[in-house]
Structure formats: structure tokens, C-alpha cells
């Protein structure tokens, strides 16, 4: 894999951390490497093995195609995993609170 697939393929990763929000010392945790590992990986300075790799789609909740090439088979199923994902991260007592914005933005646009 060439600097230029990796640095895409870490802009990919940091992309998805984000908007899951780990951050990069949680993400190593759970990736059980160090954070300089995972900011290497970021950065496209350093590639990762494919137990690493097995590891991060499942964390990061991507295919591991999207991570090495940026395609995804289906964009929709993708996006609705990313959002219960999200929604499965929010405390037990404000899932109610967050049902609510839910509902109220579904009436906003169906407007």
C-alpha cells in the first residue's frame, strides 16, 4: 500500500472516530494498541496488520473495504448501522430525551 492510500485510509478511520465520538486514546484502548499507534495509522504514516484491521471494522463499525478503499456496497445500510451505534452509546436515561429530538425532527420535515 502506497503514503497516498494510507494517508486516505486514515482520514477515513480518524473520520469515523470522530463522529462516533472516541477519541484516540479510547480507540487504541479498545483496539489494544498504544495512541501513538492509532495517530500513526491516522496520519497514513504506519499500516496495520489484519487482525488490527478486523478489529478496528468492527469497532469503528465499518466494512473493512471501506477502510482500505473507501467503497462501501450500501451507503444506506452503513449509515443506519453508524446511527444505532451512536444511539447505543447514549446513557440509558437519556435515550428518552434523545427519542424525542428524534420524533421532533422526523415532524420537522415530513412538514
Known amino acids: 500500500m502506497n503514503e497516498t492510500d494510507r494517508k486516505s485510509m486514515g482520514r477515513r478511520i480518524r473520520a469515523q472516530r470522530e463522529l462516533l465520538g472516541y477519541t484516540r486514546e479510547k480507540l487504541a ?12 495509522i ?3 504514516v504506519r499500516g496495520m496488520s ?3 484491521l478486523v478489529r478496528l471494522s468492527g469497532i469503528l463499525n465499518l466494512t473493512t473495504d471501506y477502510i482500505l478503499f473507501g467503497t462501501t456496497p450500501d451507503c ?10 451512536l444511539v ?3 446513557p440509558q436515561e437519556q435515550q428518552k430525551n434523545l ?3 428524534i420524533h421532533t425532527f422526523l415532524n420537522a420535515v415530513s412538514e
Not at 444506506?76 to 451505534?85: G, N, R
Request: charged share 30%.
Open 99 to 101: 427519542s424525542s429530538i
Open 42 to 44: 491516522e496520519l497514513g
Open 76 to 85: 444506506e445500510s452503513a449509515d443506519m448501522s453508524t446511527l444505532l451505534k
Open 50 to 52: 489484519i487482525h488490527t
Open 88 to 90: 447505543e452509546k447514549c
Open 29 to 40: 484502548e479498545e483496539l489494544e494498541v498504544s495512541p501513538k499507534f492509532c495517530s500513526d
